[in-house]
């Protein structure tokens, strides 16, 4: 179990009169996870995370990894430079890259900070081609660093210049058994999002620079979000404003022609392309078929940016003044507080305390358990600072623990708060556990992906 004392946890501390000057205009999320110590500003849009929310981010990278290994794909790490030449046959290098960073060695060599890995993915199978059929569906992803120079970083995590993305790229046969992957593909992303329980949208986007002939968003639904989407009430279509064109996007919907459309703005927290063979031909990434042809791996990319679906996710979740989080990336299950230091319950109080975390540790995992042990400060100061960082369950053994008939105090993120004893607190814990253990348990539904793809908002 963690002890708070213990843990790197810089809050930052405003003093009262202090006049804040350019200010600039931020989320939700950026003020909350900030000004609550999770993360740092580095230099202008890039940030520092502190011990909680690497931890939160840990865990979603956990969550992500589970669903892609579930469909058979297999992690890898791919070097963050990428040669530009690789870009140049791509032809990606001569389209607009002014987001992207490019560097060069002591040699003269040119290189991207990638934003992206088709190019290094698919040079590295061209470099093994032809491979078997036999091997293929071939699904590699990895999970590390992504590079862009924002124009304008804004709120925090949501739009940064360095972020944490999951990158998976997809090799098939043909352009039939790609279409296959790439529903299994959104079957899991859409049982992904259902795990971590906040609302979204999957709608129809462009290509745009990555390119290929399908393409998918999936979104959370905030007023800071930057993408315009326009839903139809009547059918559930949903799409990207930038795949309607602009003279009937507030007029009719292109699939039922209905006139109920809404516009509503959305952060994209995941993005599903099929690439067919845009990477492969240039790059030359070849297979042979049965008949010893060879012919070229037929592509997809999927992407999720990690560190932006954290904070996208607390964007939606929480309040303007405490933390909220999805019940399976909360940094810990639960918060026990102590007695006081001094106080004249504190030596029955803590006996319960100590009898209540023995008993805790068969039903939680431990590392999941945070100790609040500044008994220097009050029960109701700890409170607060619980209460603000989310933790799902706060389970408070002061004064009432002392009484002939102890009792717990158990303060939850939906507001209730109830006194039981611990036996009864202990059996709520174990309920909040099983409730996780079913949401690591939901499965993909590919009949419900391929409907998805009509996504609605409701």
Request: with cysteine.
């Amino acid at each position: 179990m963690e002890r708070l004392s213990r843990l790197f946890w810089p809050v930052l501390v405003t003093p009262k009169n202090a006049v804040i000057k350019n200010v600039e205009a931020i989320s939700r999320s950026q003020k909350l996870l900030t000004e609550l110590g999770l993360v740092r500003p580095g230099y202008n849009g890039t940030y520092q995370l502190m011990p909680l929310a690497q931890r939160v981010l840990d865990k979603c990278a956990d969550l992500v990894r589970r669903q892609m290994r579930s469909v058979g794909a297999q992690q890898i790490t791919l070097p963050i430079l990428t040669p530009s030449e690789l870009w140049k046959k791509s032809g990606r290098l001569d389209g607009d890259i002014t987001e992207f960073y490019l560097l060069n060695d002591r040699h003269g060599k040119q290189f991207l900070l990638s934003p992206t890995h088709e190019e290094a993915v698919t040079a590295m199978l061209a470099s093994i081609a032809p491979i078997s059929y036999k091997q293929l569906p071939l699904r590699l992803f990895q999970i590390g660093p992504k590079f862009r120079d924002e124009l304008k970083p804004r709120f925090g995590l949501i739009r940064a210049k360095e972020f944490v993305m999951k990158d998976l790229y997809t090799f098939d046969r043909d352009a039939a058994t790609a279409l296959q992957t790439y529903e299994q593909m959104n079957a899991a992303y859409n049982a992904l999002f259902q795990q971590l329980q906040v609302p979204f949208v999957k709608v129809e986007a462009a290509t745009g620079m990555m390119g290929g002939s399908v393409s998918h968003e999936y979104h959370y639904l905030a007023a800071t979000g930057e993408d315009q989407l326009i839903t139809c009430d009547s059918c559930g279509y949903a799409a990207n404003i930038e795949t309607i064109n602009e003279a009937d996007s507030d007029k009719h919907c292109p699939r039922c022609k209905s006139t109920k459309l809404r516009s509503v703005t959305g952060i994209e927290v995941g993005h599903t392309f099929v690439l067919n063979d845009k990477y492969s031909k240039p790059l030359k990434a070849t297979f042979l078929q049965e008949h010893g042809k060879p012919e070229n791996l037929v592509m997809g990319c999927y992407g999720i940016g990690i560190s932006r679906l954290v904070a996208a996710a607390v964007e939606v979740l929480a309040t303007e003044t405490e933390l909220r989080w999805p019940t399976l990336l909360a940094p810990f299950d639960v918060c026990i507080i102590g007695a006081k230091q001094g106080s004249k319950e504190e030596k029955l109080a803590n006996s319960v305390e100590l009898e209540f975390c023995n008993a805790l540790s068969g039903i939680c995992n431990e590392d999941d358990v945070l100790i609040d042990d500044r008994s220097n400060l009050t029960i109701g100061k700890r409170l607060l600072d619980a209460k603000r960082m989310g933790y799902p369950i706060v389970a408070v053994i002061g004064s009432k623990a002392a009484q002939p008939i102890p009792k717990v105090e158990l303060h939850l993120t939906t507001g209730d708060t109830m006194e039981v004893e611990p036996s009864e607190a202990l059996a709520l814990i174990a309920k909040h556990i099983s409730h996780k253990r079913a949401l690591y348990s939901i499965k993909q539904d590919i009949s419900a992906s391929a409907k998805s793809s009509k996504a609605s908002i409701g």
